[in-house]
Nanobody, 124 residues
Framework: QVQVVESGGGLVQAGDSLRLSCAVS????????MGWFRQAPGKEREFVGA????????YDADSVKGRCTISRDNAKNTVYLQMNSLKPEDTAVYYC?????????????????WGQGTQVTVSS
């Protein structure tokens, strides 16, 4: 099994930056891709970005392109989502997910293991 735990959410003001962390434990050898999603109240879960567990490939959604950077620290089994120039419309619960599949996987169904989510609230 794989366990995923997000942290780093909070209340920030528009224009601020925030870095979310995603700690992965368990059978990490099963993982090939890590993804970040977000879900605002009343909306569907939305792809934010993804990173390969090995290699340097990252994939960003158009809605956050240029404002978000995904990185990882394999020594710590942790993936990060750095978000800059935050806007009120970025307010959502942010989820980290892991999958044995490989590539630019943008659908929630592509991911098998999920964290509990961390709330990000951006005030105007």
């Amino acid at each position: 099994q794989v366990q995923v735990v997000e942290s780093g959410g909070g209340l920030v003001q528009a224009g601020d930056s925030l870095r979310l962390s995603c700690a992965v434990s368990g059978r990490t050898l099963w993982i090939n891709t890590m993804g970040w999603f977000r879900q605002a109240p009343g909306k569907e879960r939305e792809f934010v970005g993804a990173i390969l567990w090995s290699g340097s490939n990252t994939y960003d959604a158009d809605s956050v392109k240029g404002r978000c950077t995904i990185s990882r620290d394999n020594a710590k089994n942790t993936v990060y989502l750095q978000m800059n120039s935050l806007k009120p419309e970025d307010t959502a619960v942010y989820y980290c997910a892991a999958t044995p599949s490989y590539g630019r996987l943008t659908k929630a169904l592509d991911y098998r293991y999920w964290g509990q989510g961390t709330q990000v609230t951006v005030s105007s």
